[in-house]
């Protein structure tokens, strides 16, 4: 709030715009606008010919501005590039103006699972998936390869020399990702588990969703 | 905890590591001090009921009762205490309690990757780019190493259902294409004449086409067919003679008895 | 130009805020962008249930909004309804990146074929791949040669002495392949697209494979 008023009330004339030129960052607004694809810093600096510093402030004052209240749209960094898009919160009332309706991206509890042993172990071979998630079971990987979300990446100089499998760009944007860094470490996961551990009766949390989800997804 | 409490979730889990996390957490057990013998009679009564209600369970839940089984057994063996003092051996349900943990990392990796699959679906972007690309552009696919070795299996599955005698070019030989004759004359009807440019279009390999203008020339010795044209520089025809079909057959027959 | 300062200037605490309902004033921006044809004030007004005047206030604070220096979109009314577009003074800028991003290669569904076939199947001539495909494919094989996917490879020694094709670097860059041993053969696509693998490996085997790699991103 404060920082909207900062930006939008006190300071039309000096201090929002003085770090980022203006007339870059308006430019700037217009490619992200328009591409498809995420959109990265080098690319514009490189078209628009201006230093990638320049560009890359540009871009951060862009995102703060959308990221103030009262906007419905974003503009943020998802699989190394910037996109706009609107704002999920908003999700309800904006549904009845799509005209063309994304088909839901439906993937059962068995491809999500592969689906993280790869985001977190690439590149890793079939064997080593099935190792890890206890069963067997390759056809998910077939969904994950055809639905663009892993590809092939070489192989593994093992016996047999078995395919290795990564995730891909279009990994990041379906899920939102900027890369897969941005990923919570596994260790971070066992850590919300102790965290919540105390007051597993009461309230239950991550225990009760280990037991509550699997009816949900399956 | 009675085993009735938990056949609700029978089909739901997808391997024992599922199952046993389950009972684990349920139980609000110590992961790390697993009460082997309690979970190995649950589990095998888990198994048990799945049985009884003609559930399959896959090879793997077997393999684990057996790993649960031989872990407590291990347990159960008294160990040389002097032993124990130079080789101090490791917990025998370590290497399983590992497994857990970290099959239960991943279910919530997942579902965490389930909640940012779902913000992500309930944003729209509405790109604009179209209006300010080169329209006579080919409109073609973004390809992927997938999308070549799926094509590529496509490619082949239509190979495999075309008609057997363009496909297998190696078995073609001057009776298919007699007999081939025969059944493009059958179905040309009362008219008596075919286009030679066109049967020779539609074969797909040298070798087919060799193998017909060797059966037409047969023939045409025989004077069982004869050649037309309309005028000249038009397009040749095929005529069946009368004696085609006697022909046909006595070549088949020789042919056949060369092979 | 008086509602700009208005908005802007006079009013960063209260008046600002007061004139237009910041939640409004995102669901419409969101709607706004999402929409391809012109939305009117009545048509947003019913599909948000809100009231028609306070539609039109959020649309003429978001007008004004849009209009402010350093923003490179314009949201205003055109043909009686509202809708975002660029602003023509960054048309230029905008059609020089578009020109300057690598487009993604995009080969048509003839080419993608004779590509796979000569991918798995090569060295092979011309006779031959059409003879796999069973399709005629003129011009195919030139836009191959063009985009240097494919080269010629020698001739083959049978009558006629037909030109033998075979991959390139440039394949094998385009595909993310070291070699061309890396392609997936198709009996390993085979056996992901059955559902479940018969229990070829023992579970325990490929364990030492995986306990080679537990470095990964854990």
Same mark, same amino acid.
């Not at chain 1, 959109?39 to 230093?51: G, I, K, W």
């Not at chain 1, 309800?92 to 991206?105: D, H, Q």
């Not at chain 2, 077997?62 to 790993?67: C, D, E, G």
């Not at chain 2, 649960?68 to 057994?73: D, N």
């Given at each position: 709030m404060e920082e909207m008023l900062n930006l939008d009330g006190a300071a039309p004339a000096t201090q929002g715009e003085s770090d980022s030129d203006p007339a870059l960052k308006a430019v700037v607004e217009a490619v992200v606008y328009i591409t498809d694809e995420p959109v990265t810093a080098s690319q514009l600096a490189l078209a628009l010919a201006r230093p990638l510093e320049d560009v890359q402030k540009a871009l951060a004052t862009l995102a703060a501005e959308y990221d103030l209240p009262g906007r419905g749209l974003s503009l943020r960094e998802v699989a190394g590039g910037y996109k706009i898009s609107t704002r999920p919160e908003y999700h309800e009332e904006i549904r009845a103006f799509v005209k063309s309706i994304k088909p839901p991206l439906k993937l059962s509890l068995a491809a999500l699972e592969t689906l993280a042993v790869i985001a977190y172990k690439q590149p890793i071979t079939a064997p080593e998936i099935l190792e890890i998630r206890g069963v067997q079971g390759a056809g998910v990987l077939k969904t994950l390869l055809d639905r663009r979300l892993i590809t092939t990446s070489g192989r593994k100089a093992v016996i047999g020399k078995p395919i290795l499998y990564r995730t891909t760009k279009d990994f990041l944007l379906q899920f939102g990702l900027r890369d897969i860094a941005e990923l919570p470490t596994l260790k971070e996961f066992e850590e919300l588990r102790r965290l919540a551990l105390p007051d597993e009766e009461p309230l239950g949390m991550p225990a009760a969703t280990a037991e509550e989800e699997p009816s949900g997804h399956a | 905890m009675s085993s009735s409490s938990w056949n609700v979730h029978?089909?739901? &889990?997808?391997?024992? %590591?599922?199952?046993? %996390?389950? %009972? =684990?957490?349920?139980?609000?057990?110590?992961?790390?001090? =697993?009460?082997?013998?309690? =979970?190995?009679?649950? &589990?095998?009564a888990f198994m048990e009921e799945a049985a009884s209600l003609d559930i399959e369970l896959s090879a793997e839940f077997v393999y684990m009762a057996a790993t649960l089984i031989h872990i407590k057994s291990k347990l159960l063996l008294p160990r040389d205490p002097e032993l124990e003092k130079i080789d101090p051996e490791e917990d025998p349900r370590r290497e399983l309690v590992d497994r857990l943990l970290e099959h239960e990392r991943f279910r919530n990796a997942a579902e965490m990757l389930q909640q940012k699959r779902m913000i992500e679906e309930a944003t729209w972007s509405n790109p604009q780019i179209q209006s300010f690309l080169d329209q006579a552009e080919d409109p073609g696919l973004d390809v992927t190493l997938v999308d070549l070795v799926n094509t590529f299996q496509t490619v082949l599955e239509r190979l495999k259902s075309r008609p057997a005698y363009s496909v297998e070019r190696e078995e073609v030989s001057v009776p298919d294409m007699i007999r081939h004759l025969r059944s493009v004359f059958a179905a040309a009807g009362k008219t008596d004449r075919v286009s030679a440019a066109k049967l020779f279009e539609a074969q797909r390999s040298k070798r087919a086409m060799i193998c017909l203008f060797l059966a037409i020339l047969e023939l045409v010795k025989r004077q069982a067919l004869s050649l037309v044209q309309g005028d000249s520089f038009g397009d040749i025809d095929l005529r069946r003679g009368d004696g085609f079909d006697q022909a046909a057959e006595e070549i088949q027959e020789t042919e056949e008895e060369y092979r």
């Amino acid at each position: 709030m404060e920082e909207m008023l900062n930006l939008d009330g006190a300071a039309p004339a000096t201090q929002g715009e003085s770090d980022s030129d203006p007339a870059l960052k308006a430019v700037v607004e217009a490619v992200v606008y328009i591409t498809d694809e995420p959109v990265t810093a080098s690319q514009l600096a490189l078209a628009l010919a201006r230093p990638l510093e320049d560009v890359q402030k540009a871009l951060a004052t862009l995102a703060a501005e959308y990221d103030l209240p009262g906007r419905g749209l974003s503009l943020r960094e998802v699989a190394g590039g910037y996109k706009i898009s609107t704002r999920p919160e908003y999700h309800e009332e904006i549904r009845a103006f799509v005209k063309s309706i994304k088909p839901p991206l439906k993937l059962s509890l068995a491809a999500l699972e592969t689906l993280a042993v790869i985001a977190y172990k690439q590149p890793i071979t079939a064997p080593e998936i099935l190792e890890i998630r206890g069963v067997q079971g390759a056809g998910v990987l077939k969904t994950l390869l055809d639905r663009r979300l892993i590809t092939t990446s070489g192989r593994k100089a093992v016996i047999g020399k078995p395919i290795l499998y990564r995730t891909t760009k279009d990994f990041l944007l379906q899920f939102g990702l900027r890369d897969i860094a941005e990923l919570p470490t596994l260790k971070e996961f066992e850590e919300l588990r102790r965290l919540a551990l105390p007051d597993e009766e009461p309230l239950g949390m991550p225990a009760a969703t280990a037991e509550e989800e699997p009816s949900g997804h399956a | 905890m009675s085993s009735s409490s938990w056949n609700v979730h029978l089909d739901q &889990y997808e391997g024992p %590591l599922d199952l046993l %996390l389950d %009972l =684990i957490r349920k139980q609000q057990i110590d992961i790390h001090n =697993i009460p082997i013998a309690q =979970i190995t009679h649950q &589990y095998c009564a888990f198994m048990e009921e799945a049985a009884s209600l003609d559930i399959e369970l896959s090879a793997e839940f077997v393999y684990m009762a057996a790993t649960l089984i031989h872990i407590k057994s291990k347990l159960l063996l008294p160990r040389d205490p002097e032993l124990e003092k130079i080789d101090p051996e490791e917990d025998p349900r370590r290497e399983l309690v590992d497994r857990l943990l970290e099959h239960e990392r991943f279910r919530n990796a997942a579902e965490m990757l389930q909640q940012k699959r779902m913000i992500e679906e309930a944003t729209w972007s509405n790109p604009q780019i179209q209006s300010f690309l080169d329209q006579a552009e080919d409109p073609g696919l973004d390809v992927t190493l997938v999308d070549l070795v799926n094509t590529f299996q496509t490619v082949l599955e239509r190979l495999k259902s075309r008609p057997a005698y363009s496909v297998e070019r190696e078995e073609v030989s001057v009776p298919d294409m007699i007999r081939h004759l025969r059944s493009v004359f059958a179905a040309a009807g009362k008219t008596d004449r075919v286009s030679a440019a066109k049967l020779f279009e539609a074969q797909r390999s040298k070798r087919a086409m060799i193998c017909l203008f060797l059966a037409i020339l047969e023939l045409v010795k025989r004077q069982a067919l004869s050649l037309v044209q309309g005028d000249s520089f038009g397009d040749i025809d095929l005529r069946r003679g009368d004696g085609f079909d006697q022909a046909a057959e006595e070549i088949q027959e020789t042919e056949e008895e060369y092979r």
